[in-house]
């Protein structure tokens, strides 16, 4: 089966440094990716999405590349702020019903 | 964006009975919703998918007899869970599809149900 891996671990940055958040896949690739931001107690919000011929996408502060022959993307957020913080979930998106299947997510902690 | 309203945000009910969860569509059609769980710091479980007019798609180890779901509309659907027990107490979570888009799913902002 599919498997989505994200940094389990908290990532704490200073305000003002560059956040990058890795979420590798297992298996076949996606017909897109996306990422979604969720706050606690919360429902994810949309953020980006990026297609499988697709290398980068931008929007404002964030970043997306996606690597099919790694079957790595890679999020970041410049000029991070504190109300960045929250954790960010990577999900991968195929054809025929668009079934979304999520990682874990990672938590981003901004310091000011 | 799209707005997904889910109803209600807390509940708490008892051990044996059932608890039904909306998810309403407010500015869109979708023919397609899809309904969640999720656990303290992991990740959302895809349960079911569900398609307006027809009977909904489980996704492997969730029992539909548990999890009843109902697409009675192009912009509502529910869950109910039935004869509740303490482990089904989770974060349940919609989303929707617009059906004129192909690509965002909108989530509603969940319901956390404690079974005592």
């Known amino acids: 089966s599919q498997k989505i891996e994200q940094n389990s671990e908290a990532l704490n940055i200073q305000e003002g440094k560059t956040a990058t958040l890795t979420c590798n896949y297992t298996n076949y690739s996606p017909a897109y990716l996306q990422w979604y931001r969720q706050d606690p107690g919360r429902g994810p919000v949309f953020l980006l999405l990026?297609?499988?011929?697709?290398k980068e996408k931008r929007k404002e502060r964030l970043k997306v590349t996606f690597d099919t022959t790694l079957k790595q993307s890679l999020f970041h957020i410049t000029a991070s702020q504190p109300a960045d913080s929250a954790t960010y979930l990577c999900a991968l998106a195929y054809t025929g019903g668009f079934k979304t299947i999520f990682g874990a997510g990672t938590r981003l902690f901004v310091k000011a | 964006g799209a707005v997904v309203s889910q109803h209600p945000s807390r509940v708490i009910c008892k051990s044996g009975t059932s608890v039904k969860i909306e998810c309403r569509s407010l500015?869109?059609?979708?023919?397609?919703m899809f309904w969640y769980r999720q656990f303290p710091k992991k990740s959302l479980m895809l349960m079911a998918t569900s398609n307006e007019g027809s009977k909904a798609t489980y996704e492997q180890g969730v029992e539909k007899d548990k999890f009843l779901i109902n697409h009675a509309s192009l912009t509502l659907s529910t869950l109910t869970v039935t004869s509740a027990h303490p482990e089904d107490s989770s974060f349940y979570i919609c989303s929707a599809r617009d059906q004129g888009l192909s690509t965002e799913a909108f989530f509603g902002q969940g319901t956390r149900l404690t079974v005592v």
């Open positions: 500015d869109f059609q979708a023919t397609t």
């Open positions: 990026i297609r499988e011929n697709e």
